[in-house]
């Protein structure tokens, strides 16, 4: 039998103006009321993926990315698919949230997160059909406009990652880290170098601006594919503003012309310093703001195609 004791879940985001919902396994409570057992393999092993979408309006944006993102990080990790990774059931479950949080106007985050369960602790996988622990919540959103309009600058830090960081696991210490270091210093993102090459950042894909091109990671083991990563070189493409997939070295980093972040929370983040050197003319370059121009475009379109809910 699990442990009778449990967990409750908290935000640092201001919190809204109603009494925030959350969803734990079939059920709706106030998130401050949303406990799992201290046996829940998310706890004890960090043995569990997430899921973050960007919410505009009520309307959830680029709900089948994410969700296809979450099936594959299940199926690597070998957890059984719960209902909510049907389109359908999210759909529900994130209306609910947000309309009960008093979240239907504005912007805000949906948060997802399944882990492998609960049972007694061992490091194999539990017996087959032990449920996925199920949890959802929403938090009020605000676009970091005053950061983008100066532009923002970051750190580079090891990249000390395991190799399958294309999966969302929720075993994010490295980038607690990275992003502490970072914080310590003032900056907004750890920029991670892994054998001289740039990675990523610790909650963000990192572009740069070279020669007129754009550059970043290719999508391997190495980097999380992010959504706002591909969102943002589709539009590039259509732009007409070539972009090579293809990593750059640390030592590339000083003779970068512009430098972004592209993450659900960050959209398109203007990076004008890197361990307190500017980058390009220190302040945000013109084909990032294209592309966020692009981006925020896309946002707002994507998320009024469709009624608001009631
Ligand atoms: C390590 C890492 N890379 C990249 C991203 C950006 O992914 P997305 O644009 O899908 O939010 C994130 C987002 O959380 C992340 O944690």
Excluded at 131 to 142: G, I, S, W
Excluded at 193 to 200: C, F, K, P, Q, S
Excluded at 208 to 228: A, F, K, S, W, Y
């Amino acid at each position: 039998m699990p442990s009778a004791a449990t967990i409750t879940f908290h935000s640092n985001s201001p919190p809204a103006a109603s009494a925030v919902l959350a969803y734990l396994n079939g059920q709706y409570l106030p998130r401050s009321a949303a406990t799992i057992p201290v046996e829940d393999r998310g706890f004890i092993f960090g043995d569990g993926v997430y899921e973050v979408w960007r919410v505009v309006n009520g309307r959830l944006f680029e709900t089948d990315r994410h969700l296809s993102r979450l099936a594959f990080g299940l199926g690597e990790l070998r957890i059984a698919a719960p209902d909510i990774v049907r389109r359908q059931v999210l759909d529900e479950v994130a209306e609910r949230l947000l309309a009960e949080s008093g979240l239907t106007v504005g912007e805000a985050t949906l948060y997802v997160e399944i882990t492998r369960g609960v049972a007694p602790r061992t490091h194999q996988f539990p017996p087959a059909g032990t449920a996925p622990t199920v949890f959802a919540t929403v938090n009020r959103f605000v676009p970091p406009n005053d950061v983008r309009a100066r532009g923002a600058s970051a750190i580079t830090a090891p990249d000390v990652r395991w190799l399958r960081c294309d999966i969302k696991t929720i075993q994010l210490l490295p980038n607690v880290m990275a992003k502490q270091a970072a914080a310590e210093r003032g900056a907004i993102e750890a920029i991670m170098i892994r054998d001289g090459m740039v990675t990523e950042g610790s909650h963000a894909n990192v572009v740069g601006v070279l020669n007129g091109e754009i550059r970043t990671h290719p999508l391997d083991n190495l980097i999380l594919p992010g959504i706002t990563r591909a969102i943002v070189l589709e539009i590039a493409q259509t732009l007409s503003i070539p972009v090579r997939e293809e990593a750059f070295a640390e030592g590339d980093i000083a003779r970068l012309d512009e430098c972004f972040l592209a993450g659900t929370t960050s959209d398109v983040m203007p990076i004008v310093r890197v361990n307190d050197r500017p980058i390009g003319s220190g302040t945000p370059g013109p084909i990032t703001m294209r592309l966020f121009n692009g981006f925020r475009a896309h946002l707002d379109a994507s998320c009024s195609a469709v009624p608001a809910p009631a």
